[in-house]
């Protein structure tokens, strides 16, 4: 089964919002380096007076959640929950109810509340485990039309390719695959919606018009992806 909307596959969703059919958000869903340092702080208190200190560079950020109350006990520490809900859910509230809407005209809304565990493969992106095979669909060559000396040059190439991507997966597993992945695109695993353009594989021919302006090595532009 895999679930279509307007034409986009879910995978891309973020976690967060799975989570929040669970009732549960969570620190790492805090990717502003600055406030998950001082959210962890909070979770990391174990006396009112770690609290207290914790919680006092949070005094205009838990005004705006609607956090502020007075912390009389360590128990108090239960606000994170509500500063973490205001950002990983509240802020973008909006987008979470359109989104909610049209699960509900698909009657998955409540299968999600009710069997989250069983949805997270299909709304939440996991990254994979790269392999040769992976990389080679990733990579399309751009070929010369069947029969001409250029195409038979390039069928000897990718073939080669192809081994390559081989050996460095029995050599190193995923790990070498992922710097051959990174020298090409800037990143590090494959997003969920792959790479906008599509990477390919683009052959330059000694001799042709142009090998005179392009540098024969490989090359990468990693501009639009890094």
């Known amino acids: 089964m895999e ?44 006396t009112l007076e770690e609290l207290l200190r914790a919680t006092d560079p949070l005094l205009d950020y838990m005004t705006n959640a609607g956090c502020v109350r007075p912390l009389t006990t360590i128990s108090d520490r239960d606000l994170l929950r509500g500063l973490l809900m205001f950002h990983v859910v509240h802020w973008v509230q909006g987008p979470f109810q359109r989104f909610e809407e049209g ?10 509340k009710q069997h ?9 992106h996991e990254p994979q485990r790269l392999t040769a095979d992976m990389m080679d669909d990733l990579f399309p060559p751009r070929l010369a039309p069947k029969g ?26 995923s790990s070498k695959l992922q710097n051959i992945l990174v020298f090409a695109t800037g990143a590090n695993e ?3 919606v792959s790479f906008s353009p599509a990477p390919s594989i ?10 005179s302006s392009k540098q024969m090595f490989p090359m990468a532009n990693t501009c639009i992806t890094a």
Not at 116 to 124: A, E, I, K, Q
């Open 3 to 46: 679930v279509q909307l307007h034409g986009s596959f879910l995978q891309f969703f973020a976690l967060a919002w799975l989570e929040v059919q669970m009732w549960l958000a969570l620190l790492k869903d805090v990717t502003d380096a600055d406030l998950h340092e001082k959210l962890k702080k909070v979770s990391e208190s174990s």
């Open 103 to 112: 699960l509900k005209t698909l009657g998955v809304l409540d299968a999600v």
């Open 116 to 124: 989250p565990d069983s949805f997270r493969s299909l709304f939440c």
């Open 148 to 173: 001409s000396n250029q195409r038979r040059a390039e069928d000897a190439v990718i073939s080669l390719w192809r081994d390559y991507l081989q050996d460095a997966e029995d050599e190193e597993g």
């Open 190 to 192: 494959i997003p969920p």
């Open 202 to 211: 683009e052959f330059i021919h000694e001799g042709s018009e142009e090998s």
